[in-house]
């Protein structure tokens, strides 16, 4: 069965980085679309970036001068990087495949 595993979230303080990873297993990742979600306390779940398996990425506006989200289809593994960290970016961070399977997420935690 299809199994996604996030990875590297944690405590960073504003202007900080930090990358983060999903481990894919059970389908045929290179020939998928991946993403990568988040949700706040109180909040619905949101796109934050799109990948699909041509390699062709898509970033909410809001923060593609600050986001990039990657793949490396040998290690079936998506990632996301994320740069210039601001406290409103505090949320689980979530993968998927877009059908229907997600992760148990990642908190990524941004104060001071």
């Known amino acids: 069965q299809v199994q996604l595993v996030e990875s590297g979230g944690g405590l960073v303080q504003p202007g900080g980085s930090l990358r983060l990873s999903c481990a894919a297993s059970?389908?045929?990742?290179?020939?998928?679309?991946m993403g990568w979600y988040r949700q706040a306390p109180g909040k619905q779940r949101d796109l934050v970036a799109t990948i699909l398996s041509s390699g062709a990425t898509t970033v909410v506006h809001s923060l593609e001068d600050r986001f990039t989200i990657s793949r490396d289809n040998a290690q079936n593994t998506v990632y996301l990087q994320m740069n210039n960290l601001k406290p409103e970016d505090t949320a689980i961070y979530y993968c998927?495949?877009?059908?229907?399977?997600w992760g148990q997420g990642t908190q990524v935690t941004v104060s001071s």
């Open positions: 998927t495949e877009f059908r229907g399977s």
């Open positions: 059970g389908f045929t990742f290179s020939r998928f679309p």
